[in-house]
């Protein structure tokens, strides 16, 4: 067993963990985080998805004995009191989402992307979102959504 | 244990929706936020893990199974094999040849052989090491004529009728003599392979006892008040000692129509020494255990006129169900009752035989027959149209049903029918009409071709079992209104649907409703999410409970106001508005929460049972299909278009665009009918081109998401959608189902391209790059510019 400390969602969390255990299931089942979803447990679905210092990672890869010092974003962590975060309304408003199940890690994507590259090509969105799987939607409103906040900052703040 | 607030969910603020328009999605927000809970996010105090142990070969003897090693393992909790089930332990729709744990045989790799219960995952993972299965193994059949042929190995060993699960002969006129005579007539044979369903959140779900005893199971699953049914008589358990509830589903597209963790689920929180019990498939576990469309070989003969009017069709069917039955005969008689496609043509001769064997086990899956259908008969058709020097959109049009023709499977087409508009449509969108242009603009080394195919699909159980929803409303006593869902929605958005079809039919604000999920203790049976009747059946008996609810609220309301009046008011005088009833005479309102607050609980509760209509017609032939669901009434309608350039260096093919036009009635909410229609075709397009998957000697090849491959964002087109809209009447607001016909003729619309632009048409399974490659360079345009 080792104690880490890390940040996620802007808490201070203190975590005795043994050492074979992912950040997924960590969130999932010590910090009652469920937005990230497990789909694969190898890095093929991307459902997973969390912000890791800045970073998307497949958490189901991550060991979180690894993260002593981090810094953890996950779905739970975006918006807050006043309401959505302008990637999560544009998925409301565009139906970019059906079961909903890829659909935190499709928005933490989202937002990594439009970090780095506020004004992506649809092109460079779908590249970059190519490692999340959906299996509902066929993609279109998902692209657009991410699109449409990359465009029209004004309208999404 | 037990949870009082957990299946509450409210729809986004926001106006009075009418049907039509555009109303948010209901889940929309909690799935945004990563608030919803799917039954994967059930953690429930003091759990324990439950995990299975597979077979691993795919025919075999069980002469014992020794669980003591693993019950001496520290933290495990039980282990149980099929001594430990009181009830049949079989499941099953028709055929109850499934067990829960195997009792003596196993049939195929993914057949589960005993149960582990454990504190933890890493001591589950020890547990079901430990288990030591001692298998005699017995010769096994991993293909349909194999299992036919004479002294072939018998999956299910003295069931009547060997590895023959059900054989079916549709006939109309003189098939093979019309053929003789015909003008032009082609043959072709397709193989189809199994699909995965591949939805994200695999089969999972938690259980527990009550104090009473009694079992509460939250699963993800299309089917929460059949699972109960099947769970009861396999367990030897009663109905009411057993409480599902289905919350919103990862995906299911099929996959969760009956029960998968359900019965290790009950058998384990009944063994878990009072503790709730949890079960995850992993990946690996889920592509192995669960269902898959089945893998078909269809022969088509299609025979026209010198007109190019069709004149006969003689096709055979062998589908294969694997080592179960499951949905596979009702799958088999949607596929044999649409296997001429939506056209008329009067000699027909339709056979099939739907075969065990020692493969994984094929269910139900989006389409439900009619893709392996379409993909021979659409294809048969442009052959045909090639031939014989027709156009194939032209030759599609001239044999189209319409209202009152007969479909090639005798069934009367009573009802309306778009099709003919639907190919009007295609015939004058800009990728249909510049094609010509298009696929001469292709760079070197590419060559395009653009390929149409024509369907429908029929909705609903038929006339044999009993298409029925019961619906349920309460007035809260705030004077809200609760929408008591009876059917799971595992993404399609039916739930968003029944709150627009009770906003608009009460007059309410859609985003101030509450909405209860599936729960056999709160919500009435309504059948399953699936067949593309979801909406219709429980739509049409939500605006039956609706019906109910306003005359009470009117005439409670009429009540009250004539006390306040000092004299008698009509009910008929008093209208429903948002959050009051208004008596126009004298101007005055009651809020509805002070009308709830005279109604007692029982009064504020409206139900409502709707049954559909049936198909009355006796037709002479297909008798034994009757019972799986042949003939339906009502059917929805599209024509699927693909443009396809073909790398003649690679044989990779990419579909540049697609476009679905559907007629499936009159459209509720534009969005959510759009939804449907892209994820159908993406789904179609990973059957077409990338899902290949591979089994051999009834061991899966490609077990995971890194060998079975799924379209991503880089893979799917841009997808051009058009609706045509022809009312329904006996749907809810003129609605028809529209799940299943998007995903139909997709991959032969892809097939038809291809063959166009390779010149040689590839016929056996996905179109991977490397038969493509071969049909090339068998064509001898492989690296032709």
Redesign the interface.
């Known amino acids: 067993m080792k104690t880490i400390t890390l940040t996620v969602n802007g808490r201070p969390e203190k975590l005795t963990l043994s050492p074979h255990r992912t950040l997924l299931d960590v969130l999932?089942?010590d910090l009652?985080?469920?937005?990230?979803?497990?789909?694969?447990?190898?890095g093929?679905?991307g459902?997973c998805t969390v912000i890791l210092n800045g970073r998307p990672v497949n958490s189901c890869l991550v060991l979180a004995v690894e993260l002593d010092g981090a810094d953890v974003l996950?779905?739970?962590g975006?918006?807050g009191p006043e309401g959505?975060d302008p990637l999560?309304?544009s998925?409301?408003?565009n139906?970019a989402?059906?079961?909903?199940?890829?659909?935190?890690g499709m928005?933490l994507m989202g937002k990594a992307l439009l970090a780095k590259n506020p004004r992506p090509s649809e092109d460079e969105?779908?590249?970059f979102?190519?490692?999340?799987?959906?299996?509902?939607?066929?993609?279109?409103?998902?692209?657009k959504a991410i699109m449409a906040v990359a465009a029209g900052g004004e309208r999404h703040g | 244990m037990s949870q009082s607030d957990w299946r509450s969910n409210r729809p986004?603020a926001g106006g009075v929706q009418e049907i039509g328009r555009v109303a948010?999605?209901a889940?929309?927000?909690a799935?945004?936020?990563?608030?919803?809970?799917?039954a994967?996010?059930y953690?429930p105090e003091n759990y324990v893990w439950a995990g299975v142990k597979r077979a691993g070969v795919p025919h075999a003897r069980i002469m014992g199974v020794d669980t003591a090693s693993a019950r001496a393992l520290p933290g495990v909790v039980a282990v149980l094999t099929h001594k430990d089930i009181g009830g049949k332990n079989r499941l099953g729709i028709f055929e109850k040849d499934q067990p829960i744990l195997a009792d003596g045989v196993v049939r195929h790799c993914g057949d589960a052989v005993a149960l582990a219960v454990a504190e933890t995952k890493e001591a589950l993972t020890a547990a079901l090491a430990a288990i030591r299965v001692d298998c005699e193994p017995l010769a096994a059949v991993f293909a349909p004529e194999e299992a036919l042929a004479a002294g072939a190995p018998i999956v299910h060993e003295g069931r009547g009728g060997g590895n023959l699960l059900l054989e079916s002969e549709i006939c109309f006129g003189k098939a093979r003599e019309a053929l003789a005579g015909c003008r032009h007539a082609v043959e072709l044979t397709v193989e189809l392979g199994w699909q995965e369903?591949?939805?994200?959140?695999?089969q999972t779900g938690v259980a527990w006892q009550e104090a009473d005893g009694s079992l509460t199971i939250v699963a993800s699953t299309q089917t929460p008040f059949r699972d109960r049914l099947e769970l009861a008589e396999a367990l030897g358990l009663t109905l009411d000692r057993i409480r599902v509830t289905a919350p919103?589903?990862?995906?299911?597209?099929g996959g969760k129509d009956g029960v998968t963790v359900q019965g290790f689920l009950a058998l384990a929180a009944l063994h878990s020494g009072g503790r709730p019990v949890k079960i995850?498939y992993?990946?690996e576990e889920s592509i192995l255990a669960g269902t898959k469309r089945h893998p078909a070989t269809v022969t088509y003969r299609l025979g026209c006129d010198a007109d190019g009017v069709f004149q006969a069709l003689d096709c055979r069917l062998v589908f294969d169900t694997g080592a179960y039955a499951s949905l596979g005969t009702e799958v088999f008689a949607l596929a044999l009752e649409h296997a001429g496609g939506p056209y008329r043509i009067a000699n027909v001769a339709v056979h099939g035989k739907i075969v065990y064997t020692n493969n994984p086990v094929a269910g139900a899956f989006r389409g439900f027959g009619v893709p392996q259908a379409a993909a021979g008969i659409e294809q048969a058709v442009d052959e045909l149209a090639r031939v014989a020097g027709f156009d194939p959109l032209a030759m599609r049009r001239k044999n189209a049903v319409g209202c009152g023709d007969t479909t090639p499977t005798g069934v009367v087409i009573g009802r309306p029918a778009g099709l003919a508009e639907c190919l009007a449509q295609v015939e004058r969108h800009p990728l249909w009409r510049e094609r010509q242009t298009w696929r001469e603009g292709a760079p070197p080394f590419k060559r395009r071709g653009v390929g149409v195919a024509a369907v429908y699909h029929g909705m609903g159980f038929g006339p044999a079992v009993a298409d029925y929803a019961n619906a349920k409303l309460e007035l809260t006593a705030e004077g809200r209104i609760t929408v008591c869902a009876g059917v799971a929605d595992?993404?399609?958005?039916n739930a968003t649907t029944c709150l627009q079809i009770v906003s608009h039919a009460l007059g309410q604000p859609y985003g101030d409703m509450e909405l209860v999920l599936p729960d056999t203790a709160r919500t009435l049976p309504s059948a399953s999410s699936s067949a593309s009747r979801t909406t219709f059946t429980y739509g049409n008996a939500l605006i039956g409970a609706a019906g109910v609810l306003r005359e009470r609220i009117l005439a409670r309301g009429a009540l009250l106001l004539s006390f306040q009046l000092l004299a008698p008011v009509n009910a008929a005088e008093v209208d429903l508005l948002p959050g009051r009833i208004y008596h126009a005479p004298s101007g005055r309102s009651v809020p509805l929460k002070v009308i709830a607050g005279f109604m007692d609980a029982a009064e504020r509760t409206a139900t409502y049972s709707y049954t559909c209509p049936v198909n009355r017609q006796a037709i002479p032939t297909g008798g034994n299909l009757r019972l799986h669901g042949y003939p339906h009434r009502i059917f929805s309608y599209a024509v699927k278009l693909a443009r396809v350039e073909v790398d003649t260096l690679t044989g990779e093919a990419r579909v540049c665009d697609f476009l679905s036009c559907v007629e499936a009635g009159r459209v509720l909410n534009p969005?959510?009918y759009?939804?449907q229609l892209?994820?159908g075709?993406?789904?179609g397009l990973g059957y077409a081109l990338f899902e290949d998957f591979a089994v051999s000697g009834g061991e899966i090849a490609t077990g995971?998401?890194?060998t079975y491959i799924?379209?991503?964002?880089?893979d799917?087109p841009?997808?051009e959608t058009v609706s045509v809209a022809v009312s329904e009447d006996e749907g809810p607001f003129g609605m028809k189902g529209v799940g299943e016909v998007v995903i139909d003729g997709v991959l032969p619309a892809v097939a038809n391209a291809v063959a166009e632009a390779a010149g040689v048409r590839v016929t056996k399974g996905t179109l991977t790059a490397e038969k493509i490659l071969a049909a090339l360079r068998a064509g001898g345009r492989e690296a032709t510019r």
């Open positions: 999932r089942e009652g985080l469920t937005g990230a979803k497990r789909g694969c447990e190898a093929e679905c459902a996950t779905v739970e975006l918006g959505l999560q309304q998925f409301v408003d139906f989402l059906q079961c909903g199940y890829c659909t935190p928005i969105v779908k590249e979102i190519s490692g999340n799987l959906c299996r509902c939607t066929g993609y279109e409103n998902i692209v | 986004p948010p999605r889940d929309a927000a799935k945004v936020t990563g608030a919803e809970r799917y994967a996010d953690y369903h591949a939805f994200l959140e695999t919103y589903l990862g995906g299911g597209f995850w992993s990946r595992m993404g399609q958005g969005q959510l759009e939804q892209h994820g075709a993406a789904q995971d998401l890194a799924l379209p991503t964002a880089l799917v841009d997808m």
